[in-house]
């Protein structure tokens, strides 16, 4: 990767992320207006923010520009009134559906959405667009999915390609789309990985808490459990295509709260089992140097002879400013949240062959975990993998070259070695 310095970024970029850590901590309130900023940027930078899912949070920074233009005025207040009717229109869905579920015996706990949501300064700033469920029992699958049939819930199943990660699509009566899900994340090529998450996450009902979420109970996972789903979520994203500003600003608000330090430690223990204690670096270096992530106490975090600190020890060591730097560029890249790009492909651990083949084999027992258990069928299955990929390539990303998606993959996968190395 090429060392980047703040000066990479573009102004609309920097400037976005100057408003996200004053709307996070509460500094845009005391900001007056502002004259200082020209209506071209800030129509970029709106635009921009939309991409990224950051619109709402904003906001009320946003319309503190005396030149914001009349029609962008007009987009921000009408998109923001949209969203937040649409968070409340989920929440309450969600809460209907769960409370269903739970009537009918279902354990079930809440996922992303108004679980973090309610640790933002304004809870519907942040965007949801669908339901996520988990469920604590895997074999409760089948009850569920009879128990929305029989209130009025339409099963979707056109356009699902997701067999690495099993859930059950659903259209709630009210037309929402609701993720009913028996794993957190993919599983990875790593299945001492993957046996550990899920055991992780086995939970009993009891374990979960019962959050006010905007004045209604929902179950929701402690907060050690949480923290280690939002990073895991940040892990299976990037290695997809990316993921936007709205992961980090989650980030942000999480830990700008005082998290008791015996869970920090249950937390650190799963990151350290996992792997995962450069991309915790990294995540967290990017969201205090950018994003208002607080590292003065008044969160759970300090900053200590250059590194991060909670109440009983080290939390993360400050990750080099170079590999925060394209880290960052990376997340402002990615596809689905920010500038669109056809070339963007997944990330892989390592940029030698071996690697390829390994992802390669592993998409192959995703898409096919009977078939492939037969050594007689690979070969047939790797070509059918394959066609697959290119079809994808052509159709899906725009008609890019298969030379452009393996650069983009070998660009991204050298930025993952780096996240995921031994050592900073």
Same mark, same amino acid.
């Given at each position: 990767?090429?060392?980047?310095?703040?000066?990479?970024?573009?102004?609309? /970029?920097?400037?976005?992320?100057?408003?996200?850590?004053?709307?996070?901590?509460?500094?845009?309130?005391?900001?007056?207006?502002?004259?200082?900023?020209?209506?071209?940027?800030?129509?970029?930078?709106?635009?921009?923010?939309?991409?990224?899912?950051?619109?709402?949070?904003?906001?009320?920074?946003?319309?503190?520009?005396?030149?914001?233009?009349?029609?962008?005025?007009?987009?921000?207040?009408?998109?923001?009134?949209?969203?937040?009717?649409? !968070?409340?229109?989920?929440?309450?869905?969600?809460?209907?559906?769960?409370?269903?579920?739970?009537?009918?015996?279902?354990?079930?706990?809440?996922?992303?959405?108004?679980?973090?949501?309610?640790?933002?300064?304004?809870?519907?700033?942040?965007?949801?667009?669908?339901? *996520?469920?988990?469920?604590?029992?895997?074999?409760?699958?089948?009850?569920?999915?009879?128990?929305?049939?029989?209130?009025?819930?339409?099963?979707?199943?056109?356009?699902?390609?997701?067999?690495?990660?099993?859930?059950?699509?659903?259209?709630?009566?009210?037309?929402?789309?609701?993720?009913?899900?028996?794993?957190?994340?993919?599983?990875? /090529?790593?299945?001492?990985?993957?046996?550990?998450?899920?055991?992780?996450?086995?939970?009993?009902?009891?374990?979960?808490?019962?959050?006010?979420?905007?004045?209604?109970?929902?179950?929701?996972?402690?907060? *050690?459990?949480?923290?280690?789903?939002?990073?895991?979520?940040?892990?299976? *994203? !990037?290695?997809?295509?990316?993921?936007?500003?709205?992961?980090?600003?989650?980030?942000?608000?999480?830990?700008?709260?005082?998290?008791?330090?015996?869970?920090?430690?249950?937390?650190?223990?799963?990151?350290?089992?996992?792997?995962?204690?450069? !991309?915790?670096?990294?995540?967290?270096?990017?969201?205090?140097?950018?994003?208002?992530?607080?590292?003065?106490?008044?969160?759970?975090?300090?900053?200590?002879?250059?590194?991060?600190?909670?109440?009983?020890?080290? !939390?993360?060591?400050?990750? /080099?400013?170079?590999?925060?730097?394209?880290?960052?560029?990376?997340?402002?890249?990615?596809?689905?949240?920010?500038?669109?790009?056809?070339?963007?492909?997944?990330?892989?651990?390592?940029?030698?062959?071996?690697?390829?083949?390994?992802?390669?084999?592993?998409?192959?027992?995703?898409?096919?975990?009977?078939?492939?258990?037969?050594?007689?069928?690979?070969?047939?299955?790797?070509?059918?993998?394959?066609?697959?990929?290119?079809?994808?390539?052509?159709?899906?990303?725009?008609?890019?070259?298969?030379?452009?998606?393996?650069?983009?993959?070998?660009?991204?996968?050298?930025?993952?070695?780096?996240?995921?190395?031994?050592?900073?």
């Amino acid at each position: 990767m090429g060392k980047k310095r703040i000066t990479d970024f573009e102004e609309k /970029e920097s400037l976005l992320l100057e408003m996200i850590s004053d709307s996070l901590t509460l500094k845009s309130e005391e900001i007056g207006n502002t004259e200082n900023t020209n209506s071209s940027l800030l129509h970029g930078l709106t635009e921009f923010a939309a991409h990224q899912s950051v619109l709402p949070i904003i906001y009320h920074r946003l319309l503190k520009e005396k030149n914001l233009a009349a029609e962008d005025r007009e987009y921000l207040e009408m998109m923001v009134q949209e969203k937040a009717a649409k !968070f409340y229109q989920i929440l309450f869905n969600a809460r209907s559906s769960i409370e269903l579920l739970r009537k009918n015996g279902v354990s079930v706990a809440l996922l992303k959405g108004a679980s973090v949501a309610c640790f933002y300064p304004v809870p519907e700033s942040r965007k949801s667009s669908d339901i *996520d469920l988990f469920l604590l029992r895997s074999e409760d699958v089948s009850a569920a999915c009879q128990i929305f049939e029989a209130n009025g819930y339409r099963q979707i199943t056109e356009g699902q390609t997701e067999h690495a990660n099993p859930h059950e699509l659903w259209g709630t009566p009210d037309r929402h789309l609701l993720e009913l899900h028996t794993m957190l994340v993919k599983p990875t /090529e790593d299945r001492n990985f993957n046996e550990y998450v899920a055991k992780r996450f086995a939970l009993s009902g009891d374990a979960l808490l019962e959050k006010n979420v905007l004045g209604f109970s929902l179950p929701v996972f402690p907060d *050690d459990c949480l923290a280690f789903h939002l990073l895991l979520h940040m892990r299976m *994203d !990037f290695f997809a295509s990316g993921f936007g500003l709205k992961l980090l600003c989650d980030w942000v608000v999480f830990w700008n709260r005082k998290v008791e330090p015996a869970l920090v430690e249950n937390f650190l223990r799963d990151v350290e089992k996992c792997g995962m204690k450069n !991309f915790l670096s990294v995540i967290t270096s990017v969201c205090i140097s950018y994003l208002g992530l607080s590292a003065d106490g008044s969160g759970t975090l300090v900053e200590k002879d250059g590194d991060y600190f909670y109440e009983n020890g080290l !939390f993360c060591k400050k990750a /080099e400013e170079n590999l925060v730097h394209d880290f960052l560029q990376d997340v402002f890249d990615a596809e689905r949240h920010g500038k669109p790009g056809g070339d963007r492909m997944m990330a892989l651990q390592d940029t030698g062959i071996l690697s390829y083949i390994r992802s390669f084999h592993h998409l192959t027992k995703l898409y096919f975990p009977k078939a492939s258990r037969w050594v007689v069928t690979l070969p047939f299955l790797y070509i059918f993998v394959f066609v697959r990929f290119l079809y994808n390539n052509h159709k899906i990303r725009g008609g890019q070259s298969v030379s452009a998606v393996i650069s983009s993959t070998k660009k991204r996968s050298e930025l993952a070695k780096q996240l995921f190395s031994k050592t900073l």
